[in-house]
């Protein structure tokens, strides 16, 4: 299944940027991952199809918000408000498929300066 995320950038601490990624066919859970220069791949958010459960890493909770777009269940959108140069990262989307394992999106680059 081919991912095609979108946003990210560059922004000033305590900004706030929107990442979205749209799946081509239906998926299950879907969310983001993040790697720093230097630093292993990290959680971020994820949210199931059907019922919207959400989790998040404890880093982001209370400012990152992830949600199914309206209109189409196979997108998803990251808010990400109150941005820290912690944040600043390559973001990854990704979709579970079930049996047939993850499908990643490609990277994007969020930049927070302080």
Same mark, same amino acid.
């Given at each position: 299944?081919?991912?095609? !995320?979108? &946003?990210?950038? =560059?922004v000033?601490?305590?900004?706030?940027?929107?990442?979205?990624? #749209?799946a081509?066919?239906?998926?299950? =859970?879907?969310?983001?991952?993040?790697? #720093?220069?230097?630093?292993?791949?990290?959680?971020? !958010?994820?949210? /199931?199809?059907? %019922?919207?459960? /959400?989790?998040? %890493?404890?880093?982001?909770?209370?400012?990152?918000?992830? !949600?199914? %777009?309206? #209109?189409?269940k196979?997108? @998803?959108?990251?808010?990400?408000?109150?941005?820290?140069?912690?944040? /600043?990262?390559?973001?990854?989307?990704? #979709?579970?498929r079930? !049996?047939? &394992? =993850?499908?990643?999106g490609q990277?994007?680059?969020? =930049? @927070?300066?302080?």
């Amino acid at each position: 299944v081919q991912l095609q !995320a979108s &946003g990210g950038g =560059t922004v000033q601490a305590g900004g706030s940027l929107r990442l979205s990624c #749209a799946a081509f066919r239906s998926v299950g =859970t879907m969310g983001w991952y993040r790697q #720093a220069p230097g630093k292993q791949r990290e959680f971020v !958010a994820s949210i /199931t199809r059907d %019922d919207d459960i /959400t989790n998040y %890493d404890i880093s982001v909770k209370g400012r990152f918000t992830i !949600a199914r %777009d309206s #209109a189409n269940k196979n997108t @998803v959108h990251l808010q990400m408000n109150n941005l820290k140069p912690v944040d /600043t990262a390559v973001y990854s989307c990704y #979709a579970n498929r079930g !049996a047939l &394992g =993850t499908s990643w999106g490609q990277g994007t680059q969020v =930049t @927070v300066s302080s």
